[in-house]
């Protein structure tokens, strides 16, 4: 599914993200609650107001979740099948919500690298995004 060109061009991004990823996994965690408040209600024993310790502790496990699978790009079914079995066994959440999530990274990789956010770039983390997004639901029946 992505190519070789892709897995190059996300290991690229990726190296622009390290250093910022706890910031931008805090971020667009705090982007979705307000852009898309139904997502709220998976996480009511958490604090979702901006500048949450709860959020950005959240917010860098979710990057370091990524950041795991950029490092396994050859096989993100297997790097992420724990977090697949949680979330669909434990957390139920509904699938649609991984492609708000997914959005809200992304805008917060505009913001922050602007230019330097390419649209080889963008097309690439989407496609990359779509895979995560898929093994977190390939579980659920
Ligand atoms: Zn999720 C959890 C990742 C999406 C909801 N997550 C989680 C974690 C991680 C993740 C890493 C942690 C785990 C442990 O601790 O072990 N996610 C993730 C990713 C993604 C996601 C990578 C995509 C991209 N999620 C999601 C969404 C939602 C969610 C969309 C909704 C809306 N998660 C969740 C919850 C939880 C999680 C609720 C639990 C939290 C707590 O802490 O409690």
């Known amino acids: 599914m992505l190519s070789a060109d892709d897995k190059k061009i996300i290991a690229q991004l990726w190296e622009k993200v390290a250093g910022h990823q706890d910031e931008f996994g805090n971020e667009a965690l705090q982007?979705?609650?307000v852009t898309y408040p139904q997502t709220k209600t998976y996480f009511p024993h958490f604090d979702v107001h901006p500048g949450s310790e709860q959020v950005r502790s959240h917010g860098k496990k979710v990057a370091a979740a990524?950041?795991?699978a950029v490092k396994s790009l050859d096989n993100i079914s297997q790097a992420l099948s724990e977090l697949s079995n949680l979330h669909a066994y434990n957390l139920r959440v509904d699938p649609a919500n991984f492609k708000l999530l997914s959005q809200c990274f992304q805008a917060v990789l505009a913001v922050h690298l602007g230019k330097?956010?390419?649209?080889?770039m963008h097309a690439a983390f989407d496609k990359f995004l779509s895979a995560v997004a898929a093994v977190l639901a390939e579980k659920y029946r």
Do not use: I, K
């Open 66 to 68: 990524l950041g795991n």
């Open 116 to 120: 330097d956010y390419t649209p080889e």
């Open 31 to 33: 982007r979705m609650f």
